[in-house]
């Protein structure tokens, strides 16, 4: 892992548009493969889908932790950080992106569910 982050830390994307900088290495890469993780075991768990299959799993992960280490601050319980910047707590990432999860399908499961008629003839 040290040896493969030696060889892309350098090699990362940089956008420059006008004044605006933006620079995307391999610390992006695995912080989405960790929320990627994390979104499809918060769906396994729940037995519920998050919207936009890949995508929503791992959306549905980022505001996740997003939601457990910047709005909702839980202290007094272990956790295991990934080393990435910012650190990935794994436990309360999983936290998060279940409340998410859960909120997405009592919200919307209704609304988005395919009705069949039953109409007899």
């Known amino acids: 892992m040290a040896l493969l982050s030696m060889i892309l830390a350098d090699s990362g994307i940089t956008i420059k548009i006008g004044d605006h900088v933006w620079s995307f290495g391999f610390n992006l890469v695995v912080y989405l493969i960790i929320a990627a993780i994390i979104g499809f075991a918060a769906e396994a768990i729940l037995g519920w889908r998050a919207p936009l299959g890949f995508i929503g799993a791992i959306v549905a992960a980022l505001v996740g932790i997003w939601l457990m280490t910047q709005v909702i601050i839980i202290s007094g319980i272990g956790d295991y ?41």
């Open 81 to 121: 950080n990934i080393p990435t910047t910012p650190p990935v707590p794994l436990f309360r990432a999983l936290i998060g992106a279940i409340i998410l999860v859960a909120l997405w399908h009592f919200i919307f499961g209704g609304i988005f569910r395919r009705r069949r008629s039953y109409a007899t003839s």
